[in-house]
């Protein structure tokens, strides 16, 4: 039966983690204009830094380029 779904381990995030999260989130809202900002949320963006974090990812500018490129594709952060 190696067809079975294993189930999903939930990311852990130390405190340092989730401050640098958190700035990123902030960064990257902040660098959006205001047409992207209605035409998306802040949820897009951290879903797409979250998932990123959770491969194990820490590089502010990965991060940062992540949430932005959820914006201009927003099925992206869906996809995986």
Known sequence: ???QMEPKTPA???L????LLRET???AWGRL???????TSRTILATSILKLAA???R???RLLD???MAVDDPLKTDAA
Do not use: I, S
Not at 16 to 19: I, L
């Open 33 to 39: 204009r205001p047409n992207q900002k209605a035409k």
């Open 55 to 57: 491969t194990g990812e």
């Open 59 to 61: 590089d502010p500018d």
């Open 66 to 68: 992540a949430a932005l």
């Open 25 to 27: 989130l902030d960064h």
């Open 1 to 3: 039966m190696g067809d």
């Open 12 to 14: 852990y995030f130390d």
């Open 16 to 19: 340092k983690t989730v401050a």
